[in-house]
């Protein structure tokens, strides 16, 4: 047996979603990861060379179609063909596709001085204009989608003898040394020693005046609301840094005077930074059964060594507040 036993029923739901007319683009790009992750390759070929065929007019379409192909080892030199004039038709994710679909046709890392085709020195600088054009508007592409530009770029870098630059794309794909050999990675997690797990990049959120929420700061999101009597704090995050840091990025100076810390349940990463916001006069709410929670997640043991990181503490012990 080959192929797999059974549907994958979220690629199917993604397929005939990006079918639809008119169908968002974060769906159609979700579609193109998720088939990646998958090594799905010849499944996506096939799929976008029919969407682009019935959207001749849709870069993002052709964009993918061309990379697919390319990925597939599917006439390569059209694909290519096809990446470049889906490049001309829009900026943006056809120059993400295509530096992504060229990078992964240059040869190994270790090839690097090696006397390179012609052709390689041109994909490699090619690779470069689009990634480096990409990571210059990174702000409006998805957290996930830029930790493979920085593989490609390495890559590129690499095989141009530009060595530099190619740890530095190394770093910034956080996917360690032997990243610019392996497949695209697409993904919002990240794991370092010092800040340990985390969904996404950090960013903070204001739904309304004068409430602010930090975002992928930890585990957990935690919110601020001012109001006229000090700040209300809901939640305080896996550790005081976090907590302190994302008060600074929202505006909040870290001696604000708290008047009331809302914690919504006793996990580690929504209780772990009270020290940082609880102040003489803080009013700690919670619920009745919050100490039995607390004392039974006391004893989860931590699955892996960097799981929280170094600035993260382990639970505290909260005493009542007047």
Known sequence: MTGPISRNRSLGSLKEAASWPGADRNT??????????????????????DL???????????????????????EVAAAITTLDRAATMDLGLPQYFRGLALAELLPGAGAAGAGLAAADTGRAEQVVADLEFVLAVRDQLPVGMLRAAYQGLARAYLVLGRQQQAAEALRGSGLGPAAADRPPMFTNFSVT?????????????SPAPDVHVARCYDFGDFAFIQTS??????????????????????????????????????????????????????????????????????????????????????PLTLSRTG
């Open 28 to 49: 159609v790009v979700t579609l193109a990861t998720a088939l990646v992750a998958a090594r799905a390759d010849a499944e996506g070929s096939s799929y976008f060379q």
């Open 52 to 74: 682009s065929g019935r959207n001749p007019g849709d870069a993002t379409a052709q964009a993918l179609a061309g990379f697919f192909a390319v990925r597939a080892g599917h």
């Open 193 to 205: 020693a010092r800040d340990g797990l985390r969904m996404s990049a950090p960013s903070a959120l």
């Open 229 to 314: 009597a000090g700040v209300v704090a809901i939640d305080a995050g896996t550790s005081p840094d976090r907590v302190v840091a994302a008060m600074a990025d929202l505006g909040l100076p870290a001696d604000a005077p708290i008047s009331h810390l809302i914690l919504t349940h006793a996990h580690f990463d929504h209780i772990g930074g009270t020290a940082a916001l609880r102040g003489r006069g803080t009013e700690v709410i919670a619920s009745e059964g919050f100490p039995a929670e607390a004392e039974r997640q006391r004893r989860w043991n931590i699955p892996f060594r960097n799981f929280t990181g170094t600035g993260a503490s382990r």
